[in-house]
Structures are given as C-alpha cells and as structure tokens.
T-cell receptor, first 110, second 114 residues
Framework: GQQVMQIPQYQHVQEGEDFTTYCNSS?????IQWYKQRPGGHPVFLIQ?????EVKKQKRLTFQFGEAKKNSSLHITATQTTDVGTYFC??????????FGKGTKLSVKP | SAVISQKPSRDICQRGTSLTIQCQVD?????MFWYRQQPGQSLTLIAT???????TYESGFVIDKFPISRPNLTFSTLTVSNMSPEDSSIYLC????WGEGTIYFGEGSWLTVV
C-alpha cells in the first residue's frame, strides 16, 4: 500500500537556526498536506500543495512539492521557541483520505 | 475552513466497556474520517465514515470493534467496543471540505483504559 516516509524523526536546534523536514512517498501523490501538532494538542492544518514543483511560503515557513509529486519538504528559517511541536506531512490517498508520515519532532533551545 | 467538535474530549474507561465518540462539523463536508494516534506515534486511519452506509475500514480495523455511523453530512460517531488497555489512545475525527479538499481535524478524544 501507499506509504509516506518522513525524516528526521527528531530535530533539536538552537533558537535562530534553520530546520527542515522531508517526506517521500512510494507512489505519486495527488496532493500533500502539512500539519503541526503541539504537545497535548491535535494536528493543525498548515498548508496543502497540489501542483508539481509547487513552492509556498508562510512567513518563515517554506513548503515545496517535488516535480514528480513524490516528495516534499518543510523548511523553517530562524526557528523560534513557538515552532516547537511535531510536524507531519500527509499524502493524499487514492480514497480521498490522508496517509501520514511518522512526523518530525522539533525542539528549540532558547 | 471546517470547525470540528468532538466529545468527550477525555475519558477514563473500564476494561471491557464501550465508549462512543461524537463528531460534529459546522458545515457540510464531503468525507469524514476517524484516525487513531497512540502516544508518541503518528496518525493511523481507522476508517472512512460513509453517509448512510457502512464505513470503509482500513486493514487491521473491523466493524465489530469500531462501529461507525454517519447519519448525515455533518455528524459521525465512533464506538470503541470491549475496550482493553491497548485501546488507550487519541481518537481523532477529521473531515474533508468541499473546496480545495483540505482535511481538518477535531481536537481529539483522549481515552485511557484501565
């Protein structure tokens, strides 16, 4: 079945450093969505990418969707303590559902 | 965007009992899903809730254990039956909106089985 691999599993950074998490799918995705989950919270939608090669920015966050629509990345510039949480990518499945990666847990040291 | 309300938000349940989780969306949505998230883990899809018909279950999940209803476009329930400690988890309702097909999540129901 479809699988979405996400790396790294954990990332510890100093405040102000950059952070990137990567997702790879075994199959071509119809779209990819990114979520952030704070400790004790639920996944909160960040963004959806649909087009091949698409790049979207939200302030310090940059999201990319690969040309083959099999990979994606989230890059955070100059991390802040408010960026702490687990970032999940989720690929659009053939049944309209989402297939989640295992997530990257980001910790930021002030 | 869709706002999704779940209840209960948290419960402690006795082994062998069943609990029904309710999910209400504030607007009509195309699809509704139920996910499980075990502590420190990613989200696993349990089933797709189909309006007026039986849910579509993923591998490893069965209707007898996780009966699901979706009587209309904005409401669904998930029952966790005959609970054991292994069922201790967060259960998340999600819905896909009509526009760009974004999937939103409720705040989750945190179940602890003792």
């Amino acid at each position: 079945g479809q699988q979405v691999m996400q790396i790294p599993q954990y990332q510890h950074v100093q405040e102000g450093e950059d952070f990137t998490t990567y997702c790879n799918s075994s199959t071509t995705l119809s779209n990819i969505q990114w979520y952030k989950q704070r400790p004790g919270g639920h996944p909160v939608f960040l963004i959806q990418l649909v087009k091949s090669g698409e790049v979207k920015k939200q302030k310090r966050l940059t999201f990319q969707f690969g040309e083959a629509k099999k990979n994606s990345s989230l890059h955070i510039t100059a991390t802040q303590t408010t960026d702490v949480g687990t970032y999940f990518c989720a690929g659009g499945g053939s049944q309209g559902n989402l297939i989640f990666g295992k997530g990257t847990k980001l910790s930021v040291k002030p | 965007s869709a706002v999704i309300s779940q209840k209960p938000s948290r419960d402690i349940c006795q082994r062998g009992t069943s609990l029904t989780i309710q999910c209400q969306v504030d607007s009509q949505v195309t699809m509704m899903f139920w996910y499980r998230q075990q502590p420190g883990q990613s989200l696993t899809l349990i089933a797709t809730a189909n309006q007026g018909s039986e849910a579509t279950y993923e591998s490893g999940f069965v209707i007898d254990k996780f009966p699901i209803s979706r009587p209309n476009l904005t409401f669904s329930t998930l029952t966790v039956s005959n609970m054991s400690p292994e069922d201790s988890s967060i259960y998340l309702c999600s819905a896909r909106d009509w526009g760009e097909g974004t999937i939103y999540f409720g705040e989750g129901s945190w179940l602890t089985v003792v």
